[in-house]
């Protein structure tokens, strides 16, 4: 009996491995939004070749995605493999994580391994590539699991690495991880009153105290001034979260109807727990209560972060997740048709996962790529050592060999400019194409990346920008948007409205590409 089921566990978590590997790595090779897809390529390559974020380059997002990107870099080569390897491996560590979370509070066998399949099918694979929110919502998940480990043996080391976790999603986006924060700072202001050990507190300060130090010797070594660290990830990022909080339309659409899913298996979660009030006494003190109140917690957070942000719906492995405690809710209680009821949960929590694996896996919701011709998608012939098995449709063409024909001729039009650059593009993977040091000022050129005309930090961004066009001595820079209209209100909000027009010679290379040379003469920069 002994080997059996240590020959059972170890099936389990083999497959487990390979599953969750193999389904995120299959969807990344399917088709590229590329602003999203692409956000953490060249970044991570510029810290290969010295460059910091923040100093160098404009951010309103976390930096670590970029310091994780560029360490698979190092190890593995500059290509798609590297890219996505990163995010495959991160979807076996969260996996696994769930799966020893639920053996560890004695949920065992085939349920736990269906919800455990169930969870990598629609966590990290719903994007495949490395992505901010993603990134932030996993790191906050690893530090729930060790919040939980340590409610229930109390072991310090797991309170340092909850923290730890916290910290790290923190550095990959702001929110979710800030939404997390403050539900732990509350889950373990509550234990340690309930538990009466104060001093629970107390570690969590001086361990918050220690990365803190950590953080600011970073700032320190790394010559990154303070200032702009504040500017960049705080200040201006906390008026992009006024707007869309002031603007947002809430209604049931938005708030209860995206989320209907989720809701529901919350529902039975909350109502278990209720019951236990009336069964267990003093059930407040229970460990299963504190896992209720983190898990509850952690969903409200998630689900807060995705009615206020303009990604799609990535929040779906929450279901398996409270589908995990109902079950052990359910273990401590006995009841008629107990094993019918699991049967149906079990049943239910698989057909959701078939929903939403074909909406978000295979036609690539997040991605924009519902309403494209997946299959389609070619790979590309260029750089194959590059591009390896990446097969390529994007929303901004139906016909996909059109848009590999523009990106090759740029490409080649830009390997023949041995001066200084700078690129403004949506596909940020030039330089690491190239393998060749391509200057940017922001990481990225959406609405929201940096301060336009008008807002406020303006002038913060427009010193910004200047001084790093004089640093590099740049003599051209490039805009290419593939599949967008350049209009002259682009043009101001990415180059003119920062540095005047009459300090550049303008080409227009094609109806994607223009090309800008600055003039000598130029006082207001005076590179020369």
């Known amino acids: 009996m002994f080997l059996t089921k240590n020959f059972l566990k170890i099936f389990y978590l083999i497959t487990i491995i390979i599953y969750s590997f193999c389904i995120n790595f299959w969807t990344s090779l399917r088709g ?59 979807n076996v560590i969260v996996t696994l994580l769930f799966f020893n979370l639920g053996e560890k509070l004695e949920l065992k066998g085939i349920y736990l391994f269906i919800l455990t399949i169930c ?55 702001q929110t979710p991880a800030i939404y997390v924060v403050f539900s732990a700072i509350f889950l373990i202001i509550y234990v340690s009153i309930i538990r009466k050990k104060i001093i629970i507190i107390f570690h969590g300060l001086i361990i918050s105290f220690f990365f803190l130090l950590t953080f600011f010797l970073y700032l320190f070594f790394s010559n990154t001034d303070l200032s702009y660290f504040l500017l960049q990830f705080f200040l201006f990022p906390i008026e992009i979260a006024k707007s869309r909080y002031l603007n947002f339309d809430l209604n049931l659409q938005n708030v209860f109807f995206k989320f209907k899913s989720i809701y529901f298996f919350l529902l039975i979660f909350i109502s278990i727990n209720i019951y236990n009030f ?167 050129y959406d609405d929201i990346s940096y301060p336009r005309i008008n807002q406020k930090y303006y002038q913060q961004f427009q010193e910004f920008y200047k001084n790093k066009i004089k640093k590099n001595k740049i003599d051209y820079i490039y805009i290419f948007f593939p599949g967008e209209v350049l209009t002259s209100e682009n043009l101001d909000h990415l180059v003119f409205n920062y540095i005047a027009k009459k300090c550049f010679f303008i080409k227009k290379i094609d109806q994607f590409i223009i090309e800008l040379k600055l003039k000598k003469n130029c006082n207001e920069i005076s590179i020369f």
């Open 32 to 90: 590229v939004s590329p602003i999203d897809t692409f956000l953490h390529f060249d970044s991570a390559f510029r810290i290969l070749n010295g460059e910091i974020p923040v100093r160098d380059y404009w951010i309103v997002h976390g930096i670590l995605i970029d310091y994780l990107q560029s360490f698979f870099f190092f190890i593995f080569g500059v290509n798609w493999f590297s890219y996505i390897f990163h995010s495959s491996i991160l």
């Open 119 to 173: 969870f990598a099918t629609i966590s990290y694979s719903v994007s495949g590539t490395p992505f901010l929110d993603l990134h932030s919502t996993y790191f906050s998940f690893i530090s729930i699991y060790f919040l939980i480990i340590f409610f229930q043996n109390n072991k310090n080391k797991n309170l340092f690495f909850s923290i730890f976790f916290l910290f790290l999603a923190f550095f990959c986006k």
């Open 278 to 444: 009336y069964i267990f006494k003093e059930y407040y003190k229970n460990k299963n209560f504190f896992n209720f109140i983190t898990i509850t917690l952690f969903s409200l957070a998630l689900i807060n972060h995705s009615i206020y942000t303009k990604n799609q719906i990535f929040i779906f492995f929450l279901i398996p997740l409270i589908s995990l405690f109902i079950f052990l809710n359910l273990n401590k209680i006995e009841f008629k048709f107990k094993n019918l009821f699991f049967f149906f949960l079990i049943f239910f929590v698989i057909i959701i996962t078939v929903k939403y694996h074909l909406r978000l896996n295979t036609d690539r919701k997040f991605h924009d790529l519902e309403n494209t011709e997946i299959k389609e998608a070619i790979y590309v012939e260029f750089r194959k050592d590059f591009f390896l098995n990446l097969k390529w449709i994007s929303p901004n063409f139906r016909n996909p060999k059109q848009e590999i024909n523009i990106i090759e001729k740029f490409y080649s039009y830009l390997k023949k400019n041995n001066k200084n650059k700078i690129l403004i593009t949506s596909h940020n993977y030039f330089a690491s194409l190239m393998n060749e040091k391509i200057f940017t000022i922001s990481r990225t």
